[in-house]
């Protein structure tokens, strides 16, 4: 057999978005809210009592209006898969009851069906930084072991509406990000300065429990059903080959690897339970917890990736900007207009490290350039927009993610992050924009919410259509 030096055939192209940055009708057909609504200023500024009209993610970009239109946007790409977390809170308005909202479940039905129409496969993260906001005021999100009991009844009914329609599933986005955003990430309502290590790294546990369990659910209702975790990847560089600087990088990916590790080999690692040691903290750790960890692991694992960073123990710490965690900059890496790293090779690195360490198939599930668009008339007189920096990224992280699959790595599919224009996570903007489709909306709220075809539509369409040939080396 010889090297692969191309895309599989089946390879799945593609693109993700999650419920509350895209979907709006926050309180639509007896929804609930969520940590979402009552953070207009994302991760950068404080949070409200209650939804206030600035917050843009209310409205997002009313996916849930226009779904048939924009997934049809994604169908003229030619998309395999299209990646999107279903809003618990439309699901279970406050996240305890015991009986489903009949309205939430209908709604992903009509997605499911349009999706089908084309051909397209759904991935569907059951948990995207949305835990619904009364979890959170109620119990304090997952620091609380009944958070366990309500995810499980949640996926549960997921499964069972829709287990027969989607195949790929998603437990939590990004969890490895509660270590840095607990609130948005963990619903912890605790605030982060205030919130204990010990309580910190017992949500954790929660969580990874949860996930696995839901794994086991997933299995026992389809077997054919495939669960993966979700991480958010940066590899981590030494700032100089000094070997305490050599450490600090590693210490910082362990940071996340643990994540990937319990999914993956069902214990926590040495480094972890040492960690713990070290701090004096203690987890409650159930036998059945450890049975369940070790008996439901994952069938393969997910991630975003959009920069690396480095870490010193020897230099002066200047601090990199970064997707919801970073370390000190790299004075070798070009910045994205948002201060993220731009570093293509490090996808190859991470895809390369994560199946040595795991050999799980891998799902890149995020990845983009969040910039400044402007809207012009082209060629044909309708609007659009020149993103060739975008174009630019995407090509040359994908000829990564290539030369990785000739590495010999497993690798089902890739998802770039925001296909269609959404709210930002961090920063709750709408300038902050990814997708291969605008969206006429503005940081101040105000626009049509007409949607218009970039250069980079045609581009990824390109792409697709000759399953990555016409990227440039
Ligand atoms: C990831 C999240 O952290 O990065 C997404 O899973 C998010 O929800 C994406 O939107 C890009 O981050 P941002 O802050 O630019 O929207």
Redesign the pocket.
Known sequence: MTTPTTFPDDFLWGGAL?AN?YEGAYDADGKGLSVQDVMPQ?IVGPRTEAPTPDNLKLVGIDFYHRYKEDIALLAEMGFKVFRFSIAWSRIFPNGDETEPNEAGLAFYDRVLDELEKYGIEPLVTIS??ETPLHLTETYNGWADRRMIGFFERYARTLFERYGKRVKYWLTF??IN?VLHEPFMSGGINTPKEELSEQDLYQAIHHELVASASVTRIAHEINPELQVGCMI?AIPFYPLTPDPRDVWAAKQAERDNYTFGDVHVRGAYPGYFLRKLRDKGIELDITEADRRTLAEHTVDFVSF?Y?MSSCETATQQREASGG??MGGVVNPTLEVSQ?GWAIDPRGLRTILNDYWDRWGKPLFIV?N?L?ARDELVTGPDGTPTVADDYRIDYMNDHLVQVREAIADGVQVIGYTS??CID??????AQMS?R?GFIYVDRNDDGTGTLERYRKQSFGWYRDVIASNGASLKA
Do not use: D, P, R
């Open positions: 999650a940055q994302g995207h930084y986005n990004e990000s958010l975003s959009y997707n919801l948002w995020e983009g969040g992050w925001g959404c709210v930002s996570a961090s920063t902050k990814y």
